[in-house]
């Protein structure tokens, strides 16, 4: 494995993936050959410490940045050089990982239209575009099955998949964190409409999360996203735009309060509540998992069998702190839980009324819980 890579190493060396690229189209046929087959041989061949496994998923993992022993004692330490390119990218035609596509591109795919296109351009990035539509393609496919390896820029030491998501623009992937500066840096002066100029941070954050499906929300529903557009983007946040019932408890709050301008506030207060609820209730039902993502939905909580996890979740939020004797003076937060508990279970028994086959099973279900939560 490693003399592969040092094989690599030798064959392109450079700073980034693009000069890679410009080198790499330099070598002469025979060599290109060779790379080729050799990409194929270690298909799939990768080992447990060449990878970084994810926080929050253990089946995602990106490939750790790994240093060439070769130069170690060399009089001249430069960071560029030792690095291994050892980064795969997915080739948007066939989906193999290799980890020279224009050489890949050159040798596989000359026939087609954009490839050719691609070969007869010159510059360094010329092969970007293509390079980013396999990857986007690659890690979409990674978060829908919840597995695989995931491709991104500037790998860093440790890492949680949902920190990471697509500039809205190029689909180029990184740190969400860093997705403002890079629109500065790529967007701001390209042809892109004029309107991403005026985009704030939170704005571009969200631009990403909806591009891949983090945001559980329906289309004709721009209320929520005035909410979800002044979010500061954390865990709670990110919980908060993926639920169903979360999001339409943002909604509730938003029509009620239609026409004040604090609505989103409130709104934005309501939804951060319920997504701690649903947080809480999940480490409750599952402890050993700990970091690890876990999907349930606030409406798979809202069942009578789940009952008494509820009602441990609700007072877990509403007094965090029990030694504390204020706390347990003022119920005003308990209140508010209870509250938007009972709208989301009222909005769940409306969603399952008006779909088009409604399940009388699932809707007693959910009027047993409604009358639980009267009573206690
Ligand atoms: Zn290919
Ligand atoms: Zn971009």
């Known amino acids: 494995m490693y003399t592969t890579i040092s094989f690599y190493f030798i064959a392109v060396l450079s700073s980034d993936s693009s000069e890679e690229e410009e080198q790499c189209l330099q070598e002469d046929t025979e060599q290109e050959k060779e790379i080729v087959e050799q990409e194929n041989d270690f298909e799939d061949d990768i080992e447990e410490d060449e990878i970084l496994r994810a926080k929050d998923n253990k089946h995602i993992y990106i490939r750790k940045v790994l240093k060439n022993n070769n130069l170690e004692g060399s009089s001249q330490p430069n960071k560029k050089l030792d690095r291994v390119y050892n ?29 050719k296109e691609a070969l007869m351009k010159t510059g360094k990035r010329r092969f970007d575009e293509l390079r980013v539509k396999g990857d986007h393609m690659n890690n979409e496919q990674v978060l829908k099955e919840g597995k695989g390896e995931l491709i991104i820029s500037r790998r860093p030491k440790e890492f949680r998949v949902t920190d990471f998501g697509p500039c809205s623009i ?17 967007h701001s002066e390209t042809s892109v409409s004029d309107s991403t100029k005026l985009q704030s941070k939170k704005v571009i954050q969200l631009n990403s ?12 529903s721009n209320v929520v996203n005035q909410v979800l557009e002044i979010m500061t983007r954390d865990e709670v946040k990110v919980v908060a735009q993926g639920d169903e019932l979360i999001c339409a408890l943002g909604e509730s709050w938003m029509r009620r309060n239609f026409g004040n301008k604090k609505a989103k506030y409130y709104a934005s207060q309501h939804m951060r509540l319920m ?79 008006i779909r088009g086959n409604p399940d009388p099973e699932e809707a007693h279900k959910c009027d047993t819980f409604l009358r639980l939560m009267n009573i206690k």
């Open 275 to 353: 997504a701690k609820f649903l947080m809480n209730l999940r480490e409750l039902d599952c402890p050993s998992l700990g970091n690890e993502v876990q999907a349930q939905s606030l409406w798979d909580f809202l069942v009578p069998s789940k009952y008494d996890l509820v009602v441990a979740a609700a007072v877990q939020l509403a007094y965090p702190y029990m030694d504390d004797v204020d706390d347990l003076r003022s119920p005003s937060n308990a209140i508010k839980i209870k509250y938007d508990i009972l709208k989301v279970i009222n909005e769940k028994w409306a969603r399952i009324q």
């Open 170 to 186: 190029c689909f180029e992937w990184m740190k969400i964190d860093y997705l403002h500066k890079h629109h500065k840096r790529a």
């Open 87 to 115: 980064q795969k990218h997915c080739c948007f035609l066939c989906k193999k990982m290799v980890l020279h596509l224009p050489s890949h591109f050159k040798s596989k795919h000359h026939m087609v239209p954009e490839i």
């Open 209 to 220: 999360d909806r591009e891949v499906g983090r945001v559980n929300i329906e289309k004709q």
